[in-house]
């Protein structure tokens, strides 16, 4: 995230993975969130903590632990309310997180730098305003804290308390519409506009506004929640692209944003116990956050920084982006916004333009072009390149596809170096071996597919698994002289699953892409492949041209890449 540009980072704090058992606090190895916030206060990457009490972020019961909301019963009114056992369950919670937090605030010349309070919640104010108190007086003493600014709030909002940090998305996974890509107001977030407040988050749960609140245009406006590509519900899988995510992002900053947060900006794979039965995926078939079956393991949102670590297209078309806001700022961040109309605005010496709209017009590449910039080292009077940033005295610009770059001053020239745009599509990663398969069982009748309590398509449960195809999988010189290697399976199937031994460790809902496994991660044992067939249910969503023509369980091929080739971490 670092060498992407980005200058600070935000992370969940999930209840349900550090006190799962009531009074039991685990914040050990993947958990370490104390190891974690050195980490980044040694690469001086400042820290937002979201620590809820309700994260949501497709987590089971949006990261409230199940003994929570046994004791809150059927009355989940009690769960987000001033409730007195529920505010004395979270003080408690919030105490034992500072242990770990503590010495590592931004005033103890640690990373975390602000807190967000919440997450997605109407309120009403009083319980806003009560756990911000809650966390400041048991310490979480920080430059700013944040909440999201959707939905609006109930009831009168006191100003200065919490910042309100905004987002939009490309399409969601959540949408209920199974007829067409980008339903709704999802191609509004491709358009400049004055408006902060999106239409497109959590349609299928929250109340949707077209205008900002009165409060809004009080505070600076900040994205927490860009989209930063998109994960597949069971019921939707749609496909964004990076060049999705780079279009929105340009569009919002032309809009004013001075802060471009995304979420997410990498992704990651759920700490399940499977032999236990414990997964932290929401799903349907859960108590409270039960809106949507994700994949019970992967939480790939094909984002800058994919599951495995690696930096995607995304990650390279972002990063110049977050050069020009690094290097040239002070130009336009405190100027007045002029939105001309849906596709062009200014800021500053900067026009912004864009005419590309997801699965619309996808063949232009949005741009920021500067005019009548005077510069450290001369005034630019108009370019047809978009600045990226200094190399001593020379200007770095980044041509455009399709445009020839050209300078024009006004006065005396000054040294400019022209730099290619980046690719807006992962290159494969050539094959580091050739797996063997060898099918080991047929698939039984095809599985029904039924909505569930959300009246849309309900995932398998783990009893359908048996009924699986399966396919034993043969790793050349064994896994484990693969450190870096990523197991790719190119199917044909509704959902598919790796096996280590019996017990599952990854898995994918189809969309045309391939199940992919990193090796290190998976225990040493006898790997299998376990598919269930496509149907062609009209209760499940693929986005053309990627929707199968044919029905089954196929495993067409199996290869290990050399993921260390797209290691964020090579990025200097």
Not at 60 to 70: C, H, N, T
Not at 288 to 301: C, G, I, V
Not at 419 to 428: E, N, S, Y
């Amino acid at each position: 995230m670092r060498s992407g540009g980005l200058t600070m980072l935000a992370t969940y704090v999930f209840w349900n993975h550090h006190e799962e058992q009531e009074g039991v606090f685990d914040f050990s190895g993947r958990r370490d969130l104390a190891k974690f916030l050195e980490i980044c206060g040694r690469n001086n990457m400042p820290v937002v903590l979201r620590i809820g009490p309700w994260d949501h972020g497709e987590c089971v019961d949006g990261g409230f632990p199940g003994w929570l909301i046994d004791r809150c019963g059927a009355d989940t009114k009690r769960l987000r309310s001033l409730d007195p056992a529920y505010m004395a369950a979270v003080e408690r919670f919030w105490r034992r997180l500072f242990k770990e937090v503590d010495g590592h605030l931004w005033k103890q010349g640690g990373a975390v730098v602000g807190v967000q309070i919440e997450n997605e919640c109407r309120g009403p104010w009083p319980y806003m305003q009560a756990l911000k108190d809650l966390a400041v007086k048991i310490g979480f003493d920080v430059p700013f804290y944040t909440r999201t600014g959707w939905p609006q709030m109930n009831g009168r909002v006191k100003y200065g308390e919490l910042l309100p940090l905004f987002g939009d998305y490309a399409d969601g996974f959540w949408e209920r519409n199974l007829k067409e890509p980008s339903p709704g107001n999802y191609l509004r977030a491709f358009d400049f506009s004055n408006v902060r407040t999106s239409a497109n988050i959590a349609t299928e749960q929250l109340p949707q506004s077209l205008a900002d609140d009165a409060a809004t245009a009080q505070y600076p406006y900040f994205t927490c929640e860009l989209g930063g590509g998109m994960p597949s519900s069971y019921h939707r899988r749609v496909r964004v692209t990076p060049m999705d995510t780079y279009a929105m992002a340009l569009v919002r900053l032309g809009s004013g944003s001075n802060l471009l947060g995304y979420y997410m900006y990498a992704g990651g794979t759920n700490p399940n116990r499977p032999q236990e039965g414990v997964f932290f995926n929401e799903r349907q078939s859960s108590r409270y956050t039960n809106h949507n079956d994700l994949p019970p393991f992967s939480y790939e949102f094909y984002a800058p920084v994919s599951e495995f670590g690696e930096a995607t297209a995304a990650w390279h078309l972002l990063k110049p982006l977050h050069e020009f806001c690094a290097n040239f700022a002070a130009d336009f961040a405190t100027n007045e916004v002029h939105v001309i109309d849906s596709r062009n605005a200014v800021r500053g010496p900067f026009r912004f333009h864009s005419d590309y709209v997801r699965t619309k017009n996808t063949s232009c590449v949005p741009y920021i072009f500067p005019e009548n910039w005077r510069t450290p080292y001369g005034t630019i009077k108009s370019a047809t390149a978009q600045p990226v940033g200094w190399e001593g005295d020379t200007l770095v610009m980044m041509a455009i596809p399709g445009i020839e770059p050209k300078v024009e001053f006004a006065g005396n020239p000054f040294k400019i170096k022209f730099i290619p745009f980046p690719k807006t599509k992962d290159d494969p990663l050539p094959a580091a071996a050739v797996c063997t398969f060898a099918k080991i069982k047929s698939a039984t009748a095809p599985r029904e597919i039924k909505t569930g309590s959300r009246n849309v398509a309900e995932q398998p449960s783990e009893q359908d698994w048996e009924a699986a195809a399966e396919w034993e999988i043969s790793i050349p010189g064994g896994k484990e002289q693969s450190p870096d290697a990523i197991l790719e399976v190119d199917y044909l199937g509704d959902v598919a699953r790796v096996y280590v031994d019996g017990v599952p460790v990854a898995d994918d809902f189809y969309k045309a892409l391939p199940l992919r496994c990193a090796l290190w991660r998976i225990p040493k044992g006898k790997i299998t492949v376990r598919i269930l067939p496509w149907t062609d249910s009209p209760l499940i969503y693929v986005e053309m041209p990627y929707r199968p023509a044919t029905t089954g369980a196929e495993i067409h091929s199996v290869r290990m890449v050399d993921a260390s080739q797209r290691f964020a971490s090579k990025y200097k």
